[in-house]
């Protein structure tokens, strides 16, 4: 069966989890809709209890009809930070609430065309094909997604290397049935410079987020690496075995070019490439079960900002929902780099930790929440205190009011 409209209109942005939308302005020709949420948490993490804001966002969608059945469409969301700055570092989107003072900051804006029959084309900064893989697991509201290889470069949003809020990415996309796939090309030139590391064979990149970072412990020559990062490639596939069951499975890549102050020239290739499975609905009442598997290479960082060699992934949940609105859940994550990271760092990376959780449903759009942390990582050797600080056991309660 082919898509429907709206589906097919907003297909760069169908896997975001909780997504809806207020239709304020429909005509023959126009509609405009706005979204988006509020969510408040108090959290203790760290050594510290604080509220702080869980990710809230408005975005606003606009779609046009035009001839021979093509749509027009764009969507722009931005990220807002109501409640003020806080020092915690506690998931994938504290990256901004911890170093922007800013009350907006640009998550979503991309415009495209779509077909029943030819797909989707859009333009602009979207949800990577790499997360159709991996969406399945991401429905934690406090922490999520910092295993699956989405929000690189210890936590931030992906953006760099097209597999989250991708930046500068042409993707398209189309179905067949029970069958669906997404191609995407991220199109940019990107240059910049990084401190080399001593004592390594050869130097392992720095990421652009955290070039000008010196952590504390991590020592530094003034000798520096010249990086260039430019496109990215990625594409994902979509199988809907059953009504309960979906498969997916897909892959990124970009590469690195570098000159070191010596004048040595070495090229090292991001890549990640993983598979998924799900079974039920996350919304519905009833069972619903997800993980995501992925190998990865030169694709994150650890928690000082350094690039992994060799790391895999595994993210995993369960849930239960019940008839009265009261969802339980649990999760487990991990992330653990190679030995050519231990080598090269003298230090073991495995960021591990389970999550439970009750969500109670008032209605589909205001949830009450309760969520747990534990923490099993490892990051023996050198610079344990600085890895880990980022890493704690913690528990938070909040509310998220969805437009």
Do not use: C
């Not at 706005?34 to 969608?61: H, K, L, P, W, Y």
């Not at 749509?71 to 506690?90: C, H, M, Q, R, S």
């Not at 952590?215 to 520096?224: E, K, L, P, R």
């Not at 570098?258 to 069972?287: F, H, M, P, Q």
């Amino acid at each position: 069966m082919k898509k429907t409209l709206v589906a097919s209109a907003l297909a760069a942005v169908i896997f975001v989890p909780t997504a809806s939308a207020i239709e304020i302005y429909k005509d023959d020709k126009n509609a405009v809709e706005i979204g988006g949420f509020i969510d408040a948490r108090v959290i203790n993490t760290q050594g510290s209890t604080e509220v702080v804001d869980g990710a809230s966002r408005i975005n606003f969608g606009f779609t046009r009809e035009m001839t021979h059945g093509w749509k027009a469409y764009t969507k722009l969301e931005w990220g807002i930070n109501p409640f003020g700055n806080t020092d915690i570092v506690y998931n994938s989107e504290s990256n901004f609430a911890s170093q922007s003072s800013d009350f907006l900051n640009n998550r979503l804006g991309y415009v495209g065309l779509a077909h029943d029959t030819y797909g989707s084309i859009t333009i602009g900064k979207q949800w990577g094909a790499w997360y159709d893989v991996v969406y399945n697991t991401n429905y934690g509201f406090v922490w999520d997604g910092n295993a699956s290889g989405t929000y690189t470069y210890n936590k931030a949003d992906g953006a760099v290397n097209g597999t989250g809020r991708g930046d500068k990415t042409v993707q398209y996309r189309n179905a067949f049935g029970d069958f669906s796939f997404a191609l995407q090309a991220q199109l940019k030139q990107d240059e910049f410079e990084v401190d080399e590391v001593p004592g390594a064979s050869s130097p392992i990149l720095p990421t652009a987020s955290f070039m000008n970072v010196k952590a504390a412990g991590v020592n530094v020559q003034n000798s520096v690496t010249t990086v260039e990062y430019n496109y990215t490639y990625g594409g994902a596939a979509t199988y809907n075995v059953t009504d309960m069951l979906t498969l997916t499975a897909g892959f990124n890549f970009g590469e690195f070019e570098a000159t070191t102050s010596a004048g040595k020239r070495l090229t090292e290739t991001d890549s990640i490439y993983g598979v998924g499975a799900t079974w039920g609905n996350w919304d519905a009442e009833g069972v619903y079960a997800a993980f995501n598997v992925n190998k990865q290479e030169f694709h994150d960082t650890d928690n000082l900002g350094r690039m992994m060699p060799e790391a895999w992934g595994l993210e995993s949940i369960a849930s239960y929902k019940f008839d009265n609105g009261i969802r339980t859940f649990v999760s487990y994550n991990i992330l653990e780099a190679g030995d050519e990271y231990e080598a090269a760092y003298d230090s073991v990376f495995k960021r591990q930790f389970a999550v439970a959780g009750v969500h109670y449903v008032w209605d589909s759009n205001t949830v009450l929440y309760l969520e747990g942390r534990k923490d099993f990582s490892d990051f023996s050797g050198a610079n344990e205190e600085a890895m880990a600080k980022s890493e704690d056991d913690g528990i938070a309660i909040g509310i998220r009011y969805t437009l």
